[in-house]
């Protein structure tokens, strides 16, 4: 961190308050956020801090970006999927042409289109070479035909990158990443938000492409059977990202435990005066601050462009695994008062599972890990 960090800390943790903090509940019932908080943030340039200004980004760092995820996750929010947008965003930059650059980036930047990736499929989780969406060349582009599930952002979503075979007999190498523009898109179907254990607010989706036609230059990149590759490339980004939200997740865990064990009393005594909440939380903060000198070593190797898949994958698991433990000790702490909704420490501890499933299985970030020894 930095004067300069700090200063847009100040102005991301006022827009959360007033635009995100507020509408948690509604957006919970809804199951989506609202389209207007996406031209907001466009606005306020926090979509995507960290890609380059002449693409419409705000020119910062991976720094600024994890700022901004920081701040969301501080204030409770698990619906504003920036997350996923930036990664998107990424995947175009890094990969993409110059005119996919010019073209989407811009939009993107501005929250005129929300992006998602479509990887998952009813058969194919974490095993991306096992997917049977097929995206097949016709004499005027591709023809896209297969179904997507858990996708994030599905429901807004107006840029999908879609992982699809363009060779399916070419295993890994016949994978390729597909832009797809879904207004006025033919054949594109979005089916049920899904109800999950928690992340009530993210539109989570199931979608359907049926014969969705797209144009010759929808191919990420512009070469067929780079798909594999490019997702392997970007995927320590996201992995990174998971990281940055595990530990702030972790910090307000804390933070509130610490707050209530203050204030509740048992036995004619306050519970942060008991030595097993002492000693419970003395672990917790020894562990959060052990993450936290973690991520900002990841921060900064992403920052100076030498994060790789193995760290990244330590990242994920680690951390991850480790918000989901501490947010666990918390909840213990607060007893029954733990087990309701309408403290903030319930919906965390139902908010953090998936952290260990999305962005692939802690399994296979330790598979991935112990490929390097």
């Known amino acids: 961190m930095n004067a300069e960090l700090d200063t847009f800390r100040d102005a991301i943790r006022r827009f959360v308050a007033a635009e995100v903090a507020p509408h948690q509940e509604r957006w919970s019932q809804q199951q989506h956020v609202d389209r207007e908080l996406w031209h907001k943030g466009g606005e306020m340039g926090m979509l995507l801090a960290d890609i380059p200004v002449e693409y419409g980004g705000s020119g910062g760092s991976f720094a600024h970006q994890a700022v901004v995820f920081e701040e969301l996750i501080y204030a409770g929010d698990m619906a504003f999927g920036i997350h996923v ?64 599930i858990f996708i994030s952002n599905g429901y807004l979503a107006d840029l999908i990158v879609v992982v699809a075979k363009t060779s399916p007999d070419a295993g890994a190498k016949g994978i390729s990443l597909m832009l797809v523009e879904t207004r006025n898109c033919p054949g594109f179907k979005v089916g049920r ?120 994958s330590m990242a994920k698991y680690w951390l991850s695994d480790l918000q989901c433990k501490v947010i666990d000790q918390c909840l213990q702490l607060f007893g029954g008062y733990g087990y309701m909704l309408e403290y903030p420490i319930a919906r965390m501890y139902a908010d953090a599972r998936v952290q260990r499933i999305y962005g692939g299985a802690n399994e296979i970030m330790k598979e991935i890990i112990a490929r390097s020894l």
């Open 193 to 312: 938000i899904l109800e999950k254990i928690g992340q009530k607010g993210q539109d989570t989706c199931e979608l359907f492409f049926d014969d969705v036609l797209v144009p010759a230059d929808a191919v990420l990149g512009g070469i067929e059977g780079e798909g594999f590759r490019q997702l392997m490339t970007e995927l320590p980004y996201e992995r990174t990202i998971l990281g940055v939200s595990a530990v702030a997740a972790i910090e307000r865990a804390l933070q509130l435990t610490v707050e209530h064990v203050r204030q509740r009393k048992a036995f004619g005594q306050a519970l942060i005066e008991m030595q097993n909440t002492r000693f419970v939380l003395a672990e917790i903060k020894t562990e959060a601050t052990i993450a936290r000198t973690f991520i900002d070593r990841c921060i900064t190797d992403m920052m100076e462009g030498r994060m790789d898949t193995e760290l990244a």
């Open 85 to 148: 947008h930036a990664i998107v965003a990424h995947y175009i930059l890094n990969q993409g042409t110059e005119a996919q650059k010019q073209k989407y980036l811009p939009l993107l930047a501005s929250g005129e289109m929300v992006a998602a990736i479509a990887m998952s499929e009813p058969g194919a989780g974490s095993d991306l070479k096992g997917i049977r969406s097929t995206a097949l060349r016709n004499e005027t582009g591709y023809r896209i035909n297969g179904s997507k």
